[in-house]
């Protein structure tokens, strides 16, 4: 084994692969929305017709969770010192 010392960044730690991954992760999203024009779903409701109903769906939810998460974080949170009393 070597003795080498771990100093190079992450991956994720240069900033023209984050770009390179947020390129990628916007055409893959844009894909699966045009998907949901092509591919035949079984529909109970009615409102699931609507063009990209499940994309709508999924970030409205995303976004109700982030404000959920952020209100219960006034109540939930410890102090920094809590561990060191």
């Not at 779903?41 to 109700?64: K, L, M, N, Q, T």
Request: proline share 2%; hydrophobic share 45%; glycine share 4%.
């Amino acid at each position: 084994m070597s003795d080498k010392h771990h100093s190079d960044d992450g991956w994720f730690d240069k900033p023209e692969n984050v770009k390179k991954m947020l390129k990628v992760f916007y055409v893959v999203c844009a894909l699966l929305v045009l998907v949901d024009f092509i591919v035949h779903r079984h529909i109970y409701h009615d409102w699931e017709s609507i063009p990209a109903f499940y994309a709508i769906y999924g970030f409205i939810g995303c976004v109700v969770l982030v404000l959920i998460a952020t209100e219960m974080r006034k109540f939930l949170m410890r102090g920094e010192d809590y561990y060191d009393e």
